[in-house]
């Protein structure tokens, strides 16, 4: 069979690196176990436009794997041109990158490593959320530019302690990050959720639902978005939904960037209704350079969080995607059934779920 | 009588934001209360040698009030000329700026908010540990430059899930780290305080107490530093004791600067012996444009997590310590008896014991 992985560059860290198993330098460690079983494997980063390694290789390729932090878009176009793909493995959490209709109607499995990232995930939004909060970035810019200004710090630093932290989707990340904030003594804990959290695991975490996302975010200090793209969350953050926030509420986004309203999201932070917006996730990536979450600040000059799509991608990540990638073409090779968790189909919820993934593995 | 207040300068900061009321000119508040009593009351940040307005009024005060944010030194030498002196109130916790010996010897009251800010420090605690272990400082700047390079990032990117902490200090605020890290299903929490927790503190964080402070750090991937400044904690983290540290290891101070050699702190990061180094704290306060931890990384570009000194300085936290001053001083001028908790005599341990300040109060 023919194997294509569309993985990002690792360039020097890789060859330094060896851990750095999801770059095309290491090839998820792949190569001499499909090599040793007469496969045929292919790497590249070339995913985008009709010239790519992804639309020449996609047309005769039987498996291809793909990463959600350097995504090889699979259209219903490339779909269509897929005449041999049976199955589409996700290296990591989120398969919004592969259009799922197309690939249901070809019948093509799509899988995902599901659980590989999720802790990765939950720790930094539970990070992201302390340094916004506590004001973190213009505190650390101020040493390493050589000041020292205490007040200019302080003016705009809160503690958790006491404040209303909500989640929009309580499935495998957002669940874990109720499990982390519930130590913090904040005020309360709610989640919004087409689905509700187990009795036991909302009495474990002490989390109320809110019936509508609304709801949620009118009575937040801090909001976290734990769902999966989808067209009925495409878009869900914008200028409407920000009016309902709290002014100088913090939002966090370590889902997918396309949830939220580039623009919206930067003129509410520009204009302090939101305090600071974090997270690792864009609605291109690579983000280009003038993408408006690079250089957004709040009017105290900071409230800005972000980073490149890295929080599922950790080298304590990698080694759980690579391995678990594996496990995912043995089982098909061998002709054993998957892991049930394993499917990415519980990701194309209904318009009007805006659901979230996998409670069944949670 | 005569109060004067050392605080810090807040600038147009403190002008737009009175809930900084911890600056010179929001003077914690207290002007018109203690002017209603018929007192005398002088604040100014200036407090550093022979003609600062600290070593000018410390001849005829009654009561100083100082913080750790910005410390005016009360050296033995100003307490030998402070002939009116019955009171020092500390507006925040640590009073290790204050020489406790020379107040014992001239029955001068040292007392300290107690609990006002331990929280606040705790939090950012661990906020340091996530942001150095997941690598997100050079993330953050990689965003702000215009690049996008996820190897970069990802090959010194770790979770914390699944290694192993350890706190030197179990007081008020490593307890409360402790608490906070609980669910974070690390590989184990360790502590070091020559008074364990009682017993069922210990076991609700689920700590393991080790004997010596090299066998808490050759254990640990994270060692974070919540003990008091004093003759046996000056100096304690070394180069020779950070020979025990395993290699990579990571290191969080929000205790107080001197505990660490800073120019061995600062080659420990640079050689990569330390991944990374994070804290609020400085052996001189305001830090000299030159010191090291300014701009000390480690050899993949990261590992610095350092900020001024405003952990315990949050709004949140102004408002308990301005509070918390005030009860104080009513307490004192009615002739009440004060909370135990606030004495800050604890904090003068032996210098065998590299103990924490507080217990009863946690």
Redesign the interface.
Known sequence: MKVLAIL????R??K??P??L??VENELGLRPYLESKGHKYIVSSSKDGPDSDLAKHIKDVDILITTP??PGYLTRDLVDQAKNLKLCVTAGVGSDHIDLNAAQDKKIEVLEVSGSNV??VA??V??SI??LV?N??P??E???R?D???????????????KTIGTIGAGRIGHRVL??L????TKELLYYDYSPLPPDAEKEVGARRVDTIEELVKQCDVVTINAPLHEGTLGLINKEMLSNFKPGAWLVNTARGAICVAEDIAEAVKSGHLNGYAG?VWNM???P?DHP???MKNPLGGG????????G??????ARYAEGTRKILENFFDGKPQDPATSSWAAATPKDQYGTTGKHSM
């Open positions: 990002y560059k690792g360039f860290a890789a330094e690196e851990r750095l999801g770059t932090f350097h802790v990765s720790e930094h539970v990070m302390l340094l506590r973190f970035v505190a650390h101020q040493i390493t050589g020292w200004q205490v007040s200019d710090i302080a003016r705009n630093a809160f503690d958790l302690e006491g499990q982390r519930k130590s913090f003594n690792d990536q690579p983000a350079k979450w690079r250089y800005n969080g972000m980073v490149p799509h890295y929080s991608t950790t080298l304590d990540a990698q």
